[in-house]
């Protein structure tokens, strides 16, 4: 029995421990399966609260997106920069619209358009101050790609070379920005519509490419500017743009696309070259055609000298041009008009007239209409003698050069000056004596001194100080120009000995002392020089220069800078108060001031000293 109950107890006892074992496995099994179930609620729920979807799954499943994803990054970025970024004072908030003030929604927007294109990119607020009108709307845009993006308020690095300063100094507001945005639009849809043309399934885009090109090359062929366009050129630039938008999104070969585009390039740099050499053209025949009104003048004159014969047209006053005690002034030229307001801004600006005595020299179409111009018109008690050289007794010369060469000759030389590490290059106007000039001492034998002036300057001082002066013996009194030396016109010089540092001298306001002239023969050496030179190739003009420089080698008397002011008919760049104290004033270069094309801030100069009561004057519609 003992045997038996020890065994029963031992069973009992095995029993009890199987069962714990069995609770401890439910346990165990339960708590997983319930956690199990737990840890994805739980991360759904945490999706759901930090990404706040606006559309849950009825079914409970909440989708997740990339798009959630970026908003959720975008939130913090924008709680941080909250948090660092400096506080705006309220005067500085006032300024902008309420638009501007959505900032950080805008920045989340268009960071979330980088990754959905479903979500629209809201346009930046327009400023308040800015006119609400369509026109501003299309130019501002192009006017701010125009400046390159540059905001004003851009802070630049202070150091030298830096492009941030250069770009804000160099800062040019583009005009008629309208007017440019339709020739890009018409340069890129002539490129492409070849190509779509092609396409036959593309017959509406291509219709719609040939009449937007034909619209716009109307409008620019009647308006240069924005100001010449016709109303609603705004929507003509919306279909224009569409239709450009759409052929960009058909997809064609893009090897004929880039090679249009390079023919309509070629097309286009030749386009600018032809109109560059017509202008070019036109400016010079501008330069040296005379003007219409000028032109008027003279005609007029000429018919009413013929139609008045009985008129003494020239008072006997012999004695006077032959009379070496007084000043005498010789004026080469064709110009009535410039003629008669350089004797008189010399006669209004001299303290006395009586003993000026003026030498016009001219050819014979303009010879009877400047004596008759000089007989209407007295300049105080001044003389005026009026002289056709083809009437002067000048035998022993070629009189069809002396008629070709009789007017001051100017060059426009161009010079290149090392400045460091650079090559400039810079352009010199230098005038000088024509063939005629070296025949004053046989045309004036009686005279011992004259002052040569050309028709190009206004005088605004007294020259009466001029004949005052001691020249020690040199022959020609001029002003020089020293930024241009005879060392570096050898190209026009050849090589003849000469100083190569001294410096050329210009016409314009020159002192000849005739005696010494004819002591030394300068006319023979001139001519001399003037037939050394091997003609060939060379202009008569060129040949000029040559012989005026060398001539009077050594022989000109350096007036002071204050006597003549030149460059006021090519140099914009000239000191108003130079040329306020400076005794002549030459109107050097192309620009002339009786000419349209003359410098404005120098006209005023040059045409208080024009007597505009003349009748033949607002007959011939003379303004210059």
């Not at 400046?147 to 492009?163: A, I, M, P, Q």
Request: neutral net charge; aromatic residues 8%.
């Amino acid at each position: 029995m003992k045997g038996g109950g020890g065994g029963g107890g031992g069973g009992a006892v095995l029993v009890t421990t199987g069962k714990r074992r069995w609770r401890s496995l439910v346990i165990g099994v339960l708590f997983l399966v319930i956690l199990s179930m737990l840890v994805p609620l739980a991360f759904l729920l945490g999706l759901h609260n930090g990404f706040h979807s606006p559309n849950p799954n009825p079914n409970g499943y909440v989708p997740v997106h990339k798009t959630s994803i970026v908003n959720y990054r975008s939130t913090h970025i924008n709680d941080l920069v909250k948090k660092l970024a400096p506080n705006i004072s309220k005067d500085v908030r006032s300024n902008f619209p309420d638009g501007a003030k959505t900032e950080t929604s805008d920045m989340s927007a268009t960071d979330t358009s980088h990754h959905s294109k479903v979500t629209p990119v809201s346009p930046p607020a327009v400023p308040q101050s800015l006119p609400n009108t369509s026109n501003s709307k299309i130019a501002g845009t192009v006017a701010d790609s125009g400046r390159g993006g540059v905001d004003e308020n851009e802070n630049c690095e202070l150091k030298f070379g830096s492009y941030c300063l250069w770009r804000r100094e160099h800062r040019e507001e583009m005009k008629d920005t309208m007017v440019k945005k339709l020739k890009d639009q018409l340069f890129v849809a002539r490129a492409y519509y070849p190509s779509i043309a092609k396409l036959p399934s593309q017959d509406k885009l291509t219709r719609a490419l040939r009449q937007n090109i034909q619209e716009v090359e109307r409008v620019l062929s009647e308006s240069a500017t924005d100001v010449d366009l016709p109303p609603g050129i705004e929507k003509k630039i919306q279909r224009m743009e569409a239709a450009i938008t759409k052929a960009k999104s058909v997809p064609v070969d893009c090897s004929n696309v880039d090679k249009k585009f390079r023919q309509i390039l070629d097309m286009t740099n030749d386009e600018a070259n032809f109109h560059m050499k017509q202008s070019a053209f036109l400016y010079q025949l501008a330069v040296q055609t005379m003007p219409k009104s000028l032109h008027c003048l003279s005609m007029r004159l000429t018919v009413e000298y013929f139609k008045s014969p009985s008129v003494v047209m020239e008072l006997s006053q012999a004695d006077r041009f032959s009379d070496p005690s007084l000043h005498h002034y010789v004026i080469f030229s064709t110009n009535v008009l410039a003629s008669s307001v350089l004797i008189n801004s010399t006669v209004l600006c001299a303290r006395e007239n009586k003993n000026q005595v003026f030498h016009v020299l001219t050819d014979g179409q303009n010879y009877f209409a400047m004596k008759l111009w000089f007989f209407r018109n007295t300049f105080k008690e001044a003389t005026v003698q009026v002289l056709n050289i083809e009437q002067l007794n000048l035998e022993s010369h070629d009189k069809a050069i002396l008629i070709h060469m009789f007017l001051p000759v100017e060059y426009r030389v161009s010079l290149l000056s090392v400045d460091g590490p650079s090559i400039h290059s810079k352009m010199q106007y230098i005038s000088v004596f024509s063939h005629l000039h070296y025949l004053l001492p046989e045309i004036f034998q009686s005279l011992t001194k004259v002052v040569v002036l050309d028709d190009d300057v206004v005088v605004q001082k007294d020259l009466s100080a001029l004949w005052d002066i001691n020249m020690g013996g040199k022959v020609n009194g001029a002003v020089q120009s020293c930024s241009v030396s005879l060392g570096q016109l050898k190209s026009y010089l050849g090589e003849n000995s000469y100083d190569k540092n001294s410096c050329a001298w210009m016409s314009g306001l020159n002192i000849v002392d005739l005696a010494r002239w004819r002591e030394l023969d300068l006319t023979k050496t001139y001519q001399r020089l003037v037939r050394e030179v091997s003609m060939g190739e060379e202009s008569k003009e060129a040949v000029a220069l040559r012989g005026s420089l060398l001539t009077f080698q050594d022989l000109v008397y350096a007036l002071d800078g204050v006597w003549a002011l030149s460059g006021l008919g090519h140099d914009y760049g000239l000191n108003i108060e130079a040329i306020k104290k400076a005794a002549v004033l030459h109107y050097n270069g192309n620009m002339k001031p009786w000419l349209e094309l003359g410098i404005p801030r120098y006209k005023k100069f040059w045409k208080k000293f024009l007597n505009q009561e003349d009748q033949l004057l607002s007959e011939c519609n003379v303004h210059p």
